[in-house]
């Protein structure tokens, strides 16, 4: 080689080893997930930026659902939003009033040529997240509806069926003094959510309205109905069970001290989302838990309706670099893989959101190996929705929330009547439907 040739050799080699690789854009996605499931969550992210070398999604956690949403907000009017953030079922009508902040998944994916067919989603769940045109706006992620577990052991202890869980209100009362009764624990049951599933999903799973308008569906001015005369007799009964020690208030939001009082053996029964499965099985070794629908009533209800959904969406924001949206659709179909949703589904005990995930876990032979992981799903998918189980959409339901957990608080202590409560509940709930209504 002469001189000339290698000195031009040398310089392409140089020059080609100076040139760095072009930088992946990254993509910020907000979330509420903790422990555990936020690791699984982070595990997923990298998962899809293994998969290709242009996006790399950038997970990051911004503490609970609340604060994830407040925080997303603010964050957008400051013009510092993420691409994608993680929002809680009951901040839907908040992020759909927001026309000028979202980015509604159908758009997006047809905007950037993804694939895109809601149909494959399981219909409670694309119901909830729909418009009223039936197009779905954020993309289905974690999703979970409340179930009964208990105490096999207790069952046993207490000359029950360990097999034969209450299907009743009735059989929830009886159980439970047999339970205190035999000595096999000092408590029936307790619940997590008050709100969720004491009265949401009460008044779903027996199929009466929860408000007008379609449960908020059908527009923002909506009022609430659930002041019937099926809440008022299942609050009436929760006091009344709760004087007589068969049932233990498990405290307000989610009910904190609810599942210590399972895992202790206090309560032989508990209430709450089929996502906590896989946390009531670490810390319940003890005993054999069982699974189970909720309990209905069977003089208002002779078979129950589907129940309705907790758990977050994934809502893309607007104002991002346009780059960014076709990585964040690139995202969501990666999200949508039967496989990756399978995997979710078995770690974390969300439902497996579409109809593929389903049919893998059980070609896998999952349930199987798992007795009650498939009690949720069941229950959710049990029969078609009613416009009463469909699910329910409000703005400001978080307040709401809080003025259920205030209500019930005062019913426990002897300051109001079960009708005085929920009546108040409806009342107060009203006006922040008004407010909403007003500022949107």
């Known amino acids: 080689m002469n001189k000339i040739a290698f000195f031009l050799s040398a310089g392409l080699t140089c020059l080609s080893l100076s040139v760095p690789a072009m930088a992946a854009t990254k993509i910020q996605w907000w979330h509420a997930m903790g422990g555990e499931n936020g690791a699984k969550l982070e595990h997923i992210a990298k998962g899809f930026n293994a998969s290709q070398s242009d996006y790399e999604i950038v997970p990051v956690f911004k503490g609970n659902y609340d604060e994830t949403l407040t925080g997303a907000i603010a964050a957008f009017r ?96 009886a159980f439970s003094r047999t339970i205190i009764k035999s000595g096999a624990a000092k408590c029936g049951f307790t619940s997590g959510w008050i709100s969720w599933i004491q009265t949401e999903n009460l008044n779903a799973l027996h199929d009466k309205p929860y408000s007008t308008k379609a449960n908020g569906f059908g527009g923002l001015d909506a009022e609430f109905t659930f002041n019937n005369d099926l809440t008022i007799r299942h609050w009436g009964n929760l006091k009344k069970w709760q004087d007589e020690g068969l049932f233990k208030f498990g405290g307000p939001v989610g009910g904190d001290n609810a599942p210590p009082m399972f895992y202790s053996q206090e309560c032989a029964m508990y ?29 208002v209800i002779k078979q129950p309706l589907n129940s309705i959904i907790g758990g977050a969406t994934l809502w893309t924001l607007k104002g991002r670099p346009e780059e960014e949206y076709k990585g964040v659709a690139k995202f969501y179909t990666y999200l949508q893989k039967p496989e990756v949703q399978a995997d979710w589904h078995q770690f974390s005990g969300y439902l497996p959101i579409t109809e593929a995930a389903y049919k893998l876990s059980q070609e896998q032979g999952f349930y199987e190996k798992n ?5 949720g799903i069941k229950q959710l998918t049990r029969v078609t929705p009613t416009e009463n189980s469909k699910g329910i959409r409000f703005g400001n339901y978080v307040q709401v929330r809080g003025i259920i957990d205030d209500e019930f608080a005062a019913l426990l202590g002897g300051k109001k009547t079960a009708k005085e409560a929920v009546d108040s509940v409806v009342s107060r709930g009203n006006q922040q439907l008004r407010d909403f209504e007003a500022a949107n």
């Open 78 to 173: 400051a013009n510092q939003q993420p691409a994608i953030v993680q929002v809680y079922e009951v901040g839907t009508g908040t992020m759909m009033a927001a026309q000028g902040a979202i980015y509604p998944v159908y758009e997006l994916m047809k905007d950037e040529g993804e694939p895109w067919d809601q149909n494959k989603f399981i219909a409670p769940v694309v119901g909830y997240y729909s418009d009223t045109s039936g197009n779905v706006l954020s993309l289905p992620f974690n999703s979970s509806t409340p179930i009964l577990y208990y105490n096999k052991d207790v069952f046993k202890k207490a000359g029950l069926d360990p097999e034969t869980p209450p299907k009743t209100w009735a059989e929830m009362e």
């Open 371 to 375: 007795p009650g992981a498939d009690v």
């Open 271 to 299: 209430m709450n989302s089929s996502a906590g499965r896989a946390g009531v099985i670490n810390n319940a070794k003890a005993f054999k838990v069982g699974f189970a629908p909720l309990p209905y009533y069977d003089d």
